[in-house]
C-alpha cells in the first residue's frame, strides 16, 4: 500500500508569512497533484508536478517534486487569509489516487 | 464546461438504512471515481469506474457499492448504514489519462444517526 504522509498537520499563522508544508512517501510516483479544499467544497487541482527535480510556481505558491519522485513540497510566500484551507498532496498510480491527511492552514489577518 | 455535479448536498439517515448518491461528471469524463472523507482518515478511495467497468477498488466492505451508466454519471450506494459511515463522499472525474488529473465535485455530506 502507497502511503503519503503530510506535515505539519496544522499550520496556524498571521498575514504576510511564509511557509512550507511537506509530502513523502516512500514510494515513487508517477506523478504527484496537490489540491486545496475549502470548507464545503471538494478539492480543487493547483498543480501536477511529473519530472523528479521538478519545481512549478504558481503566484506565491511554489511547488517541488523531489528528484527520486517520492516526496514533495509547498512553499507559500506572504501567505494570505485568502490561501486558508486543506492542502492536499496526492499521488498518482494506474488510473487512482493516494491522498495524504492533510495540512490545515489558517491565516489570520 | 458544467463542473462535477453530486446530489444530494446533505443527507441525514438512521442505522440500517441504506443510500444512494449521485454524481455527474465532466462533459466527456469517462472516469469517475468516488472517496470517503473523514476527519481521521483523510481522503480514502472507494472505488473507480470507466466506461460502466469497475477498474478499481479500494479496501472497503461490500455494503458500498457503485455503478456508471452509459452517459458517464455514477451512483454509489450505501447500504445498511453504520454510525461510521458519517462522511463527506466524494466523486472525481478524470479523462483517464495517465496523469490521472481529477476534478472534483462539492461532496455529498451523510450523518448517519
Known amino acids: 500500500t502507497q502511503l503519503l504522509e503530510q506535515s505539519p498537520q496544522f499550520l496556524s499563522i498571521q498575514e504576510g508569512e511564509n511557509l512550507t508544508v511537506y509530502c513523502n512517501s516512500s514510494?515513487?510516483?508517477?506523478?504527484l497533484q496537490w489540491y486545496r479544499q475549502e470548507p464545503g467544497e471538494g478539492p480543487v487541482l493547483l498543480v501536477t508536478?511529473?519530472?523528479?527535480?521538478e519545481v512549478k510556481k504558481l503566484k506565491r505558491l511554489t511547488f517541488q517534486f523531489g528528484d527520486a519522485r517520492k516526496d514533495s513540497s509547498l512553499h507559500i510566500t506572504a501567505a494570505q487569509p485568502g490561501d486558508t484551507g486543506l492542502y492536499l498532496c496526492?499521488?498518482?498510480?494506474?488510473?487512482?489516487?493516494?491522498f495524504g491527511k492533510g495540512t490545515m492552514l489558517l491565516v489570520s489577518p | 464546461k458544467a463542473g462535477v455535479t453530486q446530489t444530494p448536498r446533505y443527507l441525514i439517515k438512521t442505522r440500517g438504512q441504506q443510500v444512494t448518491l449521485s454524481c455527474s461528471p465532466i462533459?466527456?469524463?469517462?472516469?469517475v471515481s468516488w472517496y470517503q472523507q473523514t476527519p481521521g482518515q483523510g481522503l480514502q478511495f472507494l472505488f473507480e469506474?470507466?466506461?460502466?467497468?469497475?477498474?478499481n477498488k479500494g479496501n472497503f466492505p461490500g455494503r458500498f457499492s457503485g455503478r456508471q451508466f452509459s452517459n458517464s454519471r455514477s451512483e454509489m450506494n450505501v447500504s445498511t448504514l453504520e454510525l461510521g459511515d458519517s462522511a463527506l463522499y466524494l466523486c472525481?472525474?478524470?479523462?483517464?489519462?495517465?496523469?490521472?488529473?481529477?476534478?472534483f465535485g462539492a461532496g455529498t455530506r451523510l450523518s448517519v444517526l
Open positions: 472525481a472525474s478524470s479523462l483517464g489519462g495517465d496523469k490521472n488529473i481529477q476534478y
Open positions: 514510494s515513487v510516483f508517477s506523478s
Open positions: 508536478v511529473v519530472t523528479g527535480g
Open positions: 496526492a499521488g498518482s498510480g494506474y488510473s487512482t489516487l493516494t
Open positions: 462533459s466527456g469524463h469517462r472516469s
Open positions: 469506474y470507466f466506461s460502466e467497468t469497475q477498474r
